[in-house]
């Protein structure tokens, strides 16, 4: 199970920083991910990392502001969010896949099999 924390309201240009924390054994062995999905729109990627932290990759309109990690023996992956914009603005949601050392990164929905309850993060003036 996973339970998603962090969200907010902020202003634009502001940061937040978001927690997924895993209830359970095994998170080590679980590839990460951080979706989001606005209003009316769908779910979207936003970042991924695999088990041991070495393969990190962003969608391009977060590049360079947002940033994701994990601390294994914490259980947690976190996103920190600097420089937000209006577009932000969504229900960010954290996402797990358990596999093999050697499993390629992994980008979509349907690549994932648990899923936090989401977070909602207001960009706002």
């Known amino acids: 199970q996973l339970q998603a924390s962090g969200g907010g309201l902020v202003q634009p240009g502001g940061s937040l920083r978001l927690s997924c924390t895993a209830s359970?054994?095994?998170?080590?062995?679980?590839?990460m991910a951080w979706f989001r999905q606005a209003p009316g729109k769908e779910r979207e990627f936003v970042a991924n990392?695999?088990?041991?932290?070495?393969?990190?990759n962003y969608r391009d309109s977060v590049k360079g502001r947002f940033t994701i990690s994990r601390d294994n023996a914490k259980k947690t992956v976190y996103l920190q969010m600097n420089s937000l914009r209006f577009e932000d603005t969504a229900v960010y949601y954290c996402?797990?896949?358990?596999?093999?050392?050697?499993?390629?990164?992994?980008?979509?929905?349907?690549?994932?099999?648990?899923w936090g309850q989401g977070t909602l993060v207001t960009v706002s003036s």
């Open positions: 996402a797990a896949r358990h596999t093999i050392l050697t499993a390629p990164d992994y980008f979509r929905v349907d690549d994932f099999d648990s």
């Open positions: 359970g054994g095994s998170f080590s062995r679980h590839f």
């Open positions: 990392i695999n088990r041991s932290g070495s393969s990190i």
